[in-house]
């Protein structure tokens, strides 16, 4: 992701690991790329640090705002320069529909090796411990993992079907294009 492209980069979040991927948006959004991404335990219990009968700090159950506030956590955000870049990046659990026909791509780190690669079938090996965040809400208390699930795979569905489409209209573009070949080469001969 070393190129800056005027147009939002499509992340595809899914199989990432939460603090790799925040620290490479977080670079990315402060360099002035925009960028949309479609995809604990201990600290869901701290709370108040003088008095712990007052309720907060909230902490946040959905994979989108806990990926918000580990990249907002790796930001200048009090300063202009850091609140222009938070709001460059937009976050989603599945796949919105302006976005569901972009192409998505997966973050790898920009010097290759295992230790900075953010996604997880690269870094998982035999022995680590691996966990998704989007599993990891679920855990504490997200309740809509089903529902995203559930759309996802019907957006799967209607992906093949509209790329399914997509090919047989570029057949018969190709076809009529062969076929009208000959007839062309007539009427340029003709004058025409």
């Known amino acids: ?3 800056f492209s005027s ?3 499509v992340i595809d979040g899914k199989g990432h690991l939460l ?9 990315q959004v402060l360099s002035g790329q925009k960028i949309v991404v479609l995809r604990y335990h ?8 003088v008095n712990p009968k007052k309720s907060g700090p909230f902490h946040h159950r959905a994979p ?25 990046l937009k976050l989603f659990e599945g796949v919105p529909p302006p976005y569901d026909r972009k192409k998505r791509m997966v973050v ?14 690269i870094l998982h090996r035999q022995g680590e411990s691996l966990s998704l965040h ?6 504490v208390g997200w309740g809509y993992k089903d529902v995203v699930d559930r759309l996802e795979e019907k957006r799967k569905i209607k992906a ?16 009529a294009v062969s076929d009208n070949g000959a007839s062309f080469e007539k009427l340029t001969q003709l004058g025409y």
């Open 42 to 49: 201990n600290f869901l219990h701290k709370r108040h640090i």
């Open 108 to 121: 790898p780190g920009s010097p290759p090796g295992p230790a900075v690669e953010a996604w997880s079938q």
């Open 134 to 139: 989007r599993r990891l809400s679920h855990e």
């Open 64 to 88: 989108s705002k806990i990926l918000y506030r580990a990249i907002r956590g790796m930001t200048p955000h009090k300063s202009a320069r850091g609140a222009a870049a938070l709001e460059r």
């Open 160 to 175: 093949q079907a509209f790329h399914e489409r997509k090919i047989a209209a570029v057949k018969l573009r190709q076809k």
């Open 7 to 9: 147009t939002p980069i």
């Open 1 to 3: 992701m070393a190129t």
């Open 19 to 27: 603090g790799r991927l925040a620290s490479i948006i977080s670079k």
